[in-house]
């Protein structure tokens, strides 16, 4: 239920719809009080009226917003009499596609509204609305006008072929050349940041009964959520609880302790455990510290966890260690290997930092963007191109093929702010938005 209710309305020919719903004289932009009335001419209800003409408005075209007093019957009513004028219910995102394709924004920016509207956290608000303003395509710009620039060069060579220049030429491409690789690597990493910012985390924590597992989620919560108790097995369902570190979104899974067991409550814990670890991105193996070394924690790991790649071992509960110099950080294998209290919070803040670091974050960096995998894939494929091209350079012979490299990193770029599309790409992006944006 919202403070007010709003119609909005776009396309070409609005003022006879105009002059039939508003009873008023509406000037472009100016929010008017009226009436909104009914095909009899009573009133359907009362509220402000904003005439958009195009191409001034959010699509391009003209649009019509109704402020009414938002019930869901009455604004029920004023939908229905605006579709019964010939108007249609818009798809998901339809609004945002028009603007796009009339040139308003460009598809980064589409993208960048929904971003903003799932955002789960203040940092992704912050990035969608940098990426909004342009930033992102603010970055891509340059490389793609760097990337036209050299095209012209070697096409005007393969054209006028001439002995002296080459060498001076081929030096100047490949420093420009390097320059644009640079570029696009550093873009590669702020949007791979972007994709953690905008998507989150989600982090189940595992590990033998007992171990400390919700323990840890309290501990990281800093609320007392999950049942904890000195009885192995108390854990049966799973415990979802979103926080939040360093902007990064992180949903922590609690699980029931792994172990062979009769009764039918926990075996279906120990089911459900196992599902949640297939879904994660990222996996914390527990392990109570005074009960398991780490060969005999890394054997165990290894029978419950089939992909040891995502996994941390947690050495919890390090409060109750005699011998401290056992503590510290290391690597086992592929591992990070951790120790913590979570009695104490001794070692959870090594725990976030090793969290983001999995995340690809690094360090606190104002200028973070949201960000989509399909913008680090495209970023990625050109930078492949470049790679290719440097490599060919140094043969003029092969510099029409040189052309073709730069040719196809341009258009892959292309795809990121929408200058080329395709209607699969288009219909995916538009589709997750909701109905009226
Ligand atoms: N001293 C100490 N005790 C801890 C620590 N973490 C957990 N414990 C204790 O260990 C016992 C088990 O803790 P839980 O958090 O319930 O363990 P769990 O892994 O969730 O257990 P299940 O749900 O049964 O699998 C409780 O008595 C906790 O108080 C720690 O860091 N230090
Ligand atoms: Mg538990």
């Given at each position: 239920m919202g403070g007010v209710g709003i119609v909005r309305v776009s396309g070409s020919q609005l003022t006879a719809l105009i002059k039939d719903v508003a009873v008023a004289d509406l000037k472009p932009r100016i929010a008017t009080v009226c009436l909104f009335r009914d095909f009899d001419g009573s009133a359907i209800d009362q509220g402000l009226a904003i005439y958009f003409p195009g191409p001034h408005s959010f699509t391009g075209e003209d649009v019509l917003e109704l402020h009414g007093h938002g019930g869901p019957v009455v604004l029920d009513r004023l939908l229905n009499r605006i579709i019964q004028s010939g108007a249609r219910l818009a798809e998901p995102g339809e609004f945002t596609e028009r603007a796009f394709l009339n040139g308003k924004i460009d598809l980064t920016q589409a993208e960048a509204i929904a971003d903003l509207i799932a955002a789960r956290?203040?940092?992704?608000?912050?990035?969608?609305?940098?990426?909004?303003?342009?930033?992102?395509?603010?970055?891509?710009?340059?490389?793609?006008?760097?990337?036209?620039?050299?095209?012209?060069?070697?096409?005007?060579?393969?054209?006028?072929?001439?002995?002296?220049i080459e060498v001076h030429t081929?030096?100047?491409?490949?420093?420009?050349?390097?320059?644009?690789?640079?570029?696009?690597?550093?873009?590669?990493?702020?949007?791979?940041?972007?994709?953690?910012?905008?998507?989150?985390?989600?982090?189940?924590?595992?590990?033998?009964?007992?171990?400390?597992?919700?323990?840890?989620?309290?501990?990281?919560?800093?609320?007392?959520?999950?049942i904890v108790t000195a009885t192995p097995g108390t854990t049966r369902d799973i415990v979802k609880e979103h926080i939040n570190i360093d902007g990064l979104p992180v949903q922590l899974l609690d699980t029931a302790g792994l172990r062979d067991t009769r009764d039918p409550v926990e075996r279906e814990g120990v089911k459900r455990a196992r599902l949640?670890?297939?879904?994660?991105?990222?996996?914390?193996?527990?392990?109570?510290?005074?009960?398991q070394n780490l060969d005999d924690a890394l054997e165990d790991a290894r029978?419950?966890?089939?992909?040891?790649?995502?996994?941390?071992?947690?050495?919890?509960?390090?409060?109750?260690?005699?011998?401290?110099?056992?503590?510290?950080?290391?690597?086992?294998?592929?591992?990070?290997?951790?120790?913590?209290?979570?009695?104490?919070?001794?070692?959870?803040?090594?725990?976030?930092?090793?969290?983001?670091?999995?995340?690809?974050?690094?360090?606190?960096?104002?200028?973070?963007?949201?960000?989509?995998?399909?913008?680090?894939?495209?970023?990625?494929?050109?930078?492949?191109?470049?790679?290719?091209?440097?490599?060919?350079?140094?043969?003029?012979?092969?510099?029409?093929?040189?052309?073709?490299?730069?040719?196809?990193?341009?258009g892959?770029?292309?795809?990121?702010?929408?200058?080329?599309?395709?209607?699969?790409?288009?219909?995916?992006?538009?589709?997750?938005?909701?109905?009226?944006?």
């Open positions: 956290s203040e940092q992704a608000t912050r990035g969608a609305m940098r990426v909004l303003n342009g930033e992102l395509s603010g970055r891509i710009e340059p490389i793609s006008s760097g990337l036209v620039h050299m095209r012209v060069q070697i096409e005007a060579s393969i054209d006028f072929p001439d002995e002296e081929i030096d100047a491409l490949d420093r420009d050349l390097r320059q644009l690789s640079a570029q696009l690597e550093s873009l590669i990493d702020l949007t791979q940041e972007g994709v953690a910012l905008a998507q989150g985390m989600r982090v189940a924590i595992v590990g033998r009964p007992n171990a400390g597992k919700s323990s840890l989620l309290n501990a990281l919560t800093g609320e007392d959520r999950a949640q670890i297939e879904e994660a991105d990222s996996v914390f193996w527990v392990v109570d510290s005074t009960a029978r419950y966890l089939p992909d040891l790649e995502r996994v941390t071992l947690v050495f919890n509960k390090v409060d109750l260690l005699a011998n401290r110099r056992e503590i510290q950080q290391s690597r086992v294998e592929a591992h990070s290997v951790i120790y913590i209290s979570a009695k104490t919070g001794a070692g959870l803040s090594t725990l976030k930092a090793h969290l983001l670091k999995i995340a690809g974050i690094s360090g606190a960096f104002d200028g973070r963007i949201v960000a989509r995998r399909r913008h680090v894939v495209a970023l990625q494929q050109a930078l492949d191109y470049l790679v290719l091209a440097k490599a060919r350079l140094p043969n003029s012979e092969e510099w029409e093929l040189v052309a073709e490299d730069l040719r196809q990193a341009q892959v770029l292309g795809t990121i702010t929408g200058v080329v599309t395709t209607d699969d790409l288009l219909g995916e992006i538009f589709s997750s938005f909701c109905i009226g944006k």
